[in-house]
């Protein structure tokens, strides 16, 4: 089997390329998933009651301190 030489530099250059995006990739999503917790806050507005208040972490509801509605999360 033959490969032309623009075939063969080619993947010489493509494949690390892609090796080191998807080792990027995969470290990315470890290192979301250990500090989403800490890091990222999620912003809530009650409906009943108008008070904007936050939870830690990354979650759809959570219940108002004020009158204890459950509201979900602001999507901008
Ligand atoms: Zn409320």
Redesign the pocket.
């Known amino acids: 089997m033959e490969i032309s030489i623009n075939i063969f530099f080619g993947l010489w250059i493509l494949l690390p390329f892609l090796f080191i995006l998807g080792v990027s990739f995969y470290y990315d999503r470890i290192r979301l998933k250990q500090l989403a917790p800490e890091r990222y806050k999620t912003i809530f507005h009650?409906?009943?009651?108008?008070?904007i208040?936050s939870q830690k972490g990354i979650v759809s509801t959570a219940t108002?301190?004020?009158?204890?509605?459950e509201?979900g999360h602001l999507k901008f």
């Open positions: 009650c409906l009943k009651c108008g008070l208040y108002c301190p004020r009158c204890d509605r509201n």
